[in-house]
């Protein structure tokens, strides 16, 4: 059975930066992509970063430049690393995998 735990959320002001966390069991991966997306009140679910298998990341244009997306095979946990972050990066940030495992998600709220 899949399970993705997420972490690492919190407050913070703008400017500031947040680095979370995916831990996984049940499913290694370094062997599959990993998508991070978030979610903000009212919004839909929008798709922030993916690592896929060799290491390759993709951001939303909305992150690029300011968040990056890691992985650590030893640990099998996928990091995203905010930096600078905006007023508009608060919302629940989940970790998904292809065979549609989400995590429950971690809060990440920046303040003006």
């Known amino acids: 059975q899949v399970r993705l735990v997420e972490s690492g959320g919190g407050l913070v002001q703008a400017g500031g930066s947040l680095r979370l966390s995916c831990a996984a069991s049940?499913?290694?991966?370094?062997?599959?992509?990993v998508r991070w997306y978030r979610q903000a009140p009212g919004n839909q679910r929008e798709w922030v970063a993916t690592?896929?298998?060799?290491?390759?990341?993709n951001y939303a244009d909305s992150v690029k430049g300011r968040f990056t997306i890691s992985r650590d095979n030893a640990k099998n946990t996928v990091y995203l690393q905010m930096n600078s972050l905006k007023p508009e990066d608060t919302g629940v940030y989940r970790c998904?995998?292809?065979?549609?495992?989400w995590g429950q998600g971690t809060q990440v709220t920046v303040s003006s």
């Open positions: 998904t995998t292809p065979d549609n495992s």
């Open positions: 049940g499913i290694i991966l370094s062997r599959t992509a």
């Open positions: 690592v896929i298998v060799t290491g390759s990341a």
